[in-house]
Structure formats: structure tokens, C-alpha cells
T-cell receptor, first 117, second 114 residues
Framework: GAVVSQHPSWVICKSGTSVKIECRSL??????MFWYRQFPKQSLMLMAT?????????EQGVEKDKFLINHASLTLSTLTVTSAHPEDSSFYIC?????????????FGEGSRLTVL | AQSVTQPDIHITVSEGASLELRCNYS??????LFWYVQSPGQGLQLLLK??????LVQGIKGFEAEFKRSQSSFNLRKPSVHWSDAAEYFC????????????FGTGTLLAVQP
């Protein structure tokens, strides 16, 4: 299989605090991971592309200092929402591309729901 | 620029009836096309994908999709819908290559009546 796991699946935090979300590829190595954000009843919006051992590439309009992404190993990428505010409340989903698979196929985590009070 | 359009925001079908979800894309080259399904509060599960070759692709759970270049479409079909198919369906187009970015449509929410 190709399993991608996110942790935590849901988190509630106070405004001004930072929250870290982990994305792990459990049974494969992922050279590239992607972070998406999904607002209620809307589609997924790509936030950034994370490559192992290098800096993430952020999409236009995404604040890199607010959404810190680290891809320290071939099986783990983390997204840290710094100084979170209520408008950051959303469903965050990661996806990963297998190191040895054909172009284009991604495997998605189950998502992490962030609620900022 | 790449884009994906899913014209139907919400569709309701009766259990056992056939289903077709529409997807149109805009892309300059041969696209990589995907259909994903999302249950409430869950991540995305890949139903099927098209990279090249046979334009009619078979997926999991009895779904199929047909790539029509002339219409820039990749519609998803199922001959007989089950109640468990109720979910949100997303069509996506990928550029492939090193970036592997996927651009998603706005999704179609499928409701299944008993």
C-alpha cells in the first residue's frame, strides 16, 4: 500500500499559539510532499511544496513565515502554523509522492482539522 | 494556466441509478487527470487516474472515467450507485514532472436517496 498519516487529526488552540501538524509516509519514501488547505465546502488549495532536505516552495499568497514547513526526512514533513488566529482555522491535508513511482500520482493523508479560538 | 471545472456543485441520485459527474479541464499539453473521493472529515482517496493510453480508465469501487481530448473532459461514471458512494468528488489535473502539483476542481457533493 501507500499510506500517508497525519497527526493530530484535529486540534483546538488559543489565538496566538503555534500548532505543528505532522505528515508521515508510513510504508514508502516520499521525495516530495504537498500541503493543502481546505475551507468548509470548498476545494483544496495548494499551499506549498515540500522537498526533502531543501526549503519549501510556497504558492502565491501563502505566508511562509506563518506556515513553516520542514521536510527533514524522506518520511516526514511538518507544517507549523505560527501565531495562529481564528482565520487560520481550516482543514489541512498533506499528500506525498512516492520516490519510485510514476509522475503525477499522489497519496493523501486523512487531514488535520485546526480550530483556533 | 491549468484549471479544472466541475459544473455540478451538488447532485442527488437514487440508489441503483447511474451516475455521471462532469469535469472539464484547461491545460496546454496532455494532462494527468485524476478523480478523488472525500468522505466527511476525511482525506482524499484516489478513484482512478489517466496518464496516457486507453481513454477509458477503470477505477476502484466500480467507477470509470473517459478522457475526451476534443471536449477537454474527464467525466466520472458509475452504472449503479450505492448508498455508500455518498461523498464529495474532486477532479484534478496535474502537470507531472518534478513539481507534481495537482489543481483541484471545486468538487461535486453526491447525495444518494434510498
Amino acid at each position: 500500500g501507500a499510506v500517508v498519516s497525519q497527526h493530530p487529526s484535529w486540534v483546538i488552540c488559543k489565538s496566538g499559539t503555534s500548532v505543528k501538524i505532522e505528515c508521515r509516509s508510513l510504508d514508502f519514501q516520499a521525495t516530495t510532499m504537498f500541503w493543502y488547505r481546505q475551507f468548509p465546502k470548498q476545494s483544496l488549495m495548494l499551499m506549498a511544496t515540500s522537498n526533502e532536505g531543501s526549503k519549501a516552495t510556497y504558492e502565491q499568497g501563502v505566508e511562509k513565515d506563518k506556515f513553516l514547513i520542514n521536510h527533514a526526512s524522506l518520511t516526514l514533513s511538518t507544517l507549523t502554523v505560527t501565531s495562529a488566529h481564528p482565520e487560520d482555522s481550516s482543514f489541512y491535508i498533506c499528500s506525498a509522492r512516492k520516490r519510485d513511482r510514476e509522475t503525477g500520482e499522489l497519496f493523501f493523508g486523512e487531514g488535520s482539522r485546526l480550530t483556533v479560538l | 494556466a491549468q484549471s479544472v471545472t466541475q459544473p455540478d456543485i451538488h447532485i442527488t441520485v437514487s440508489e441503483g441509478a447511474s451516475l455521471e459527474l462532469r469535469c472539464n479541464y484547461s491545460y496546454g499539453a496532455t494532462p494527468y487527470l485524476f478523480w478523488y473521493v472525500q468522505s466527511p472529515g476525511q482525506g482524499l482517496q484516489l478513484l482512478l487516474k489517466y496518464f496516457s493510453g486507453d481513454t477509458l480508465v477503470q477505477g476502484i469501487k466500480g467507477f470509470e472515467a473517459e478522457f475526451k481530448r476534443s471536449q477537454s473532459s474527464f467525466n466520472l461514471r458509475k452504472p449503479s450507485v450505492h448508498w455508500s458512494d455518498a461523498a464529495e468528488y474532486f477532479c484534478a489535473v496535474g502537470a507531472g514532472g518534478a513539481t507534481n502539483k495537482l489543481i483541484f476542481g471545486t468538487g461535486t457533493l453526491l447525495a444518494v436517496q434510498p
